[in-house]
């Protein structure tokens, strides 16, 4: 079994001072920097682009770093933040008129390539590109915000895919996003998911380190 890895999303660290904030996140010991990027188009907010995490990269920042790409169209961006530095590029399906030639160019640009299903957005996308992808991210809320409640349905499709990705026998990550905190993650990580994406559960805490640690114990449980 793959290790779990915990990716704070930096929607709710301080963006005023962000490259001190995920140096101290990662500090704490989280795996991935998950990097919400939302168009006020795909989604009804706006937050950070490319020259962003081409300046956390610039201040020293050498984990992965997750793009989660909630825009529409995807093409241009994610050319932009594979050159700006992204490890990691997803984006949802719906967005692209052209799904396997977007993901033919994340892969291209020599980043990981994944997918997002909305909480009511069908899994048939999968039917015929599971071979390129690297991860599967099950979106537990509606995108756009961070602070939500996680959808108690997402552990019936976390299931579902997991079984999907055990089929194929390609090695793919399964991530979820939205609403994971300290008392739900176990119960997540039984469901099939090894990468959890938490932005208020952490960065809305004082001491990061203690809630990625709490975490970890409840992962090992
Ligand atoms: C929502 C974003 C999430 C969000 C998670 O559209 O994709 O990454 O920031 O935030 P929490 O963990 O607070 O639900
Ligand atoms: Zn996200």
Do not use: W
């Not at 992808?133 to 915000?145: E, H, K, Q, R, T």
């Amino acid at each position: 079994m793959r290790p779990f890895l915990i990716a704070p999303s930096i929607l709710s660290a301080n963006f005023a001072r962000l490259g001190e904030d995920v140096d101290a996140v990662l500090n704490a010991g989280a795996d991935v920097v998950h990097f919400d990027v939302m168009d006020n188009h795909y989604v009804p907010n706006l937050t950070i682009g490319p020259m962003v995490c081409k300046a956390l990269r610039d201040y020293g920042v050498t984990a992965e770093i997750d793009v989660h790409l909630m825009v529409k169209p995807v093409d241009r961006m994610i050319v932009d933040f594979a050159k700006a530095g992204a490890s990691i590029i997803t984006f949802h399906p719906e967005a692209t008129d052209h799904l396997d030639r977007s993901l033919q160019l994340i892969k291209e640009s020599g980043c990981k390539a994944g997918l997002v299903f909305n909480p009511g957005s069908p899994l048939h996308y999968l039917d015929h590109v599971m071979d390129k992808l690297d991860v599967i991210l099950l979106m537990s809320v509606n995108p756009g915000f961070g602070g939500q409640s996680f959808i108690p349905a997402t552990l019936d499709k976390l299931r579902q895919v997991k079984q999907l990705i055990d089929a194929s026998g390609f090695d793919i990550r399964l991530q979820v996003d939205g609403g994971v905190k300290v008392d739900n993650i176990a119960e997540i990580a039984t469901a099939g998911a090894d990468m959890f994406v938490a932005g208020s559960a952490i960065f809305n805490k004082p001491d990061y380190k203690a809630v990625i640690d709490e975490m970890r114990s409840e992962l090992a449980k």
